[in-house]
């Protein structure tokens, strides 16, 4: 590029800030590159915004490169996402393995491999002894399901079969196909499953891509690799690394034994015991399997008989599940001859014929003779002829019982090399002193064998080369390629050294030390006699978090938190040299920090002592709270209203509720309550004692409301019930009026009216024919009442017959009405159809020959003229 390039700066050792970076630059084709300096030849604005964004640049690169260093770390992984994963994982398998009957085994390998497939820097490579990163291509065993390097594992399998295909002494030993076997489980493959190309976990996507949703180097799709043993269903997890877990199918099966109804179970714990007794019959005929329901067969039949061995000589008590034994006599039985006895053991079959009789071959076998078997078949007198262990001669003697000897003719031989010959003995070996030159198969040291047959055997020196963990050489015997991993442990032990985890030698460098269960037994920094209880680490202690318990000058403890070792930010003055100079951090430095205020509540009371209230220590002053004084003052009805103050006090036996010099002068008016019924306030200012008497004028009505009058306000505010109704009356007749509509013939009152009206009124009876004169109130109360007499039921009587005779008469005259309107309707209708018949007798009806004459008299006409 054109522009300004920034080389990334180098990350400190677990400090994460850069130390410096160089500012280059390249211009033109050349790529030239020259230092940039604040004296540049471009113009001081245009150089000063390069400068600032080149420093930019260089930050963030750095930046860049240390997170990507530390997050690339196994060691740094964070550990609460780790846990997390954990506890995820494991709620998961939890619910798996709670709805699993079966053993959960495989179901605990699975959640292992998941567990460390999530975590970073948990997958190891056996072969290069370092992590299995998710961006990596890799190969898992499908033995024991181990992942490594696609590299490292086809690395692996090449060296394998070259050492074990390497000729030795057989010609025919490179010719075989030998397997190749796993680092870990030693599970052999055969040369034609090398892995040559990268799959995921159940080998259906080839080179899968990197997802972070998912487990690394899975392909997302459903396993459906068959469950191991085979039950014929597929496993239906989502592609992960490690073994399938449990068949979680239901099927419905019987127990062994066959005898209780089928159930639905997990197919992987399809199989299972009723608990009732099996029943069946065991292999000695006579007795039935007592134990639970099981698999498989029976146990052998646990009762002991007495049982004859297989001639049937002897008897003895043995268990009933072996009744056939043997016993150690031989048959002894006379064979047919008659004159040998059978020299088997114990045997059931018959003995057979004697094994000397019969044809009968002479050592060499080249004749047969047929003898009693009593007398030894001789040797026949010719050449024995049988071929030598040399495999090329014949023996020349006669024939004889018993082994050939050796042979002993003088053949001329070559050497195992082939460079010389010498004739000797055919049974002696023939090996040169000539040493092979031939390079072996490590490709460093020669052969050096007498007499070598060129098949030279692999180099018996040992390796000697550094391995990888740099601490060890390799052991083994000269190879080519690159050496196995060092075979070593080394320890990694904690602080104290109490805790200790072995790891792969060369592998301590960078592994975590393990976390340590005992307490740090180091002396406290701070002034506390003994600290706080934390596990073994490394480095300085954590600081000191128990609270400091020094004495203030008030004398409570201090309850803060220890203050010894506080670390405080120290700031400089330093100025920067140029735009180039990357920013200082601040430097921390540990001091101790004094004690902060005491903070102890102490009870305090207020300036003018309504409330006690808790107060920190350092600040316990007496303070004015936000209520009124509220001190009596000297007109011995109000309250001090000034906001709490201090009071002095000028004699010591004074009432500490009363006001003091500092308190408010009473300025109201009187406020004391007056008299009942009396409306005027006092007319001296608020005063202690009672108020004088009211001699003002009310003015008032009276209890019917319609005269004023005057009366003097004390007379009335203390007179009784009696006297003020006698006050207020203006002694008129009472202007309301009674509920029977009648006015009140009583005085000015208070109060309702009296019911009982005297007022004569005229009562009538039903009819109204009969009156009479009575008392009001006797009428309200239903005391009289006025009965009709024979007379006016009489003319009720006359009446009521009046009324049903023009009731009579009014439907008599409806029907009359009615039936006029019906003749009258008859009528027209009937002149309608006597007009419509005077009609139908003028019509007459016509003939045949009126209706179809024309139809007739048109073509006769046609053909008459036609003719004419």
Known sequence: RAGAAARPPAPRARGGACVAAAVISGEGTGGECRVLSPSSALPELSSQKKFDEIKKANQAAAKKLVEEQFSSS????????????????????????????????????????????????????????????????VWSCCGCFCIFHLVCIQKWAKDSLFLVSSPL??????????????????????????????????????????????????????????????????????CHPGPCPPCPKMVTTTCHCKKAKPVPRRCSAKEWSCRLPCGRTLLCGQHTCENACHAGDCQPCPRVSKQRCICGRQTAERLCASP????????????????????????????????????????????????????????CGDSCDKVLECGIHKCSQRCHRGPCEICRQEVEKQCRCGKHTKRMPCHKPYLCETKCTKIRDCQKHQCRRKCCSGNCPPCDQVCGRTLGCRNHKCPSGCHRGSCNPCPETVDVKCNCGKTVIKVPCGRERTIKPPKCKQLCSRPPTCHHSTQEKHYC?????????????????????CPVSCHDEALVKQTGLHQSAGPWEQPSEPAFIQTALPCPPCEVPVPVECLGQHEVSSLPCHSANPYPCIRFCGRLLDCQNHTCMKECHHVTKLNSTEDEKKAGPECLQCEEECTKPRPSGCPHRCVLPCHPGDCPSCLQMLKIKCHCKLSILYIECLKLTCADLEEKELLTSCKNQCPKELPCGHRCKGICHSGSCPLNCSQKVKLRCLCKRLKKEIQCSKIKEGQVSLECDALCKEMKRKASEIKEAEAK????????????????????????????????????????????????MLPVFGVAVVMV
């Open 809 to 856: 008469a009014a439907v008599e005259e409806e029907k009359r009405r009615q039936q006029a309107e019906l003749e009258a309707f008859e009528n027209r209708l009937k002149g309608r159809r006597k007009n419509k018949r005077r009609k139908d007798e003028v019509e007459v009806e016509q003939s045949s020959w009126q209706k179809y004459k024309n139809l007739i």
């Open 74 to 137: 196994s060691e740094d992984d964070d550990e609460d996402a780790e846990v997390k994963q954990g506890k995820i994982l494991a709620k998961t398998f939890t619910i798996y393995t709670s709805q699993t009957d079966g053993d959960a085994s495989e179901l605990e390998r699975t959640r292992q491999y998941m567990n460390e497939a999530f975590q970073s820097g948990a997958m190891t490579c056996l072969i290069c002894i370092a992590s299995v990163k998710r961006n990596q291509a």
């Open 324 to 379: 056939q034994w043997q016993c150690d006599q031989v048959c002894g039985k006379c064979l047919p001859c008659g004159n040998h006895t059978c020299e088997r053991v114990c045997h059931a079959d018959p003995c057979g014929d004697c094994p000397r009789s019969g044809k009968r071959s002479c050592p060499c076998e080249k004749s047969k003779f047929t003898l009693p078997c009593t007398e030894d078949v001789p040797t």
């Open 537 to 557: 680490h490394f480095g300085r202690c954590p600081p000191c978090r128990q609270s400091c318990q020094k004495t203030l000058t008030c004398g409570h403890l």
């Open 169 to 238: 002494t057989d010609d025919d030993f490179g010719k075989k196909d030998y397997p190749w076997p796993c680092p870990k489980c030693r599970f052999e493959y055969k040369r034609s499953e090398t892995p040559s190309r990268y799959y995921c976990y159940c080998g259906k996507v080839e080179n899968p891509a990197l997802d972070p949703w998912l487990v690394p180097h899975s392909c997302g799709q459903i396993c459906e690799r068959e469950f191991r043993p085979s039950c014929g269903h597929k496993c239906l997890l989502l």
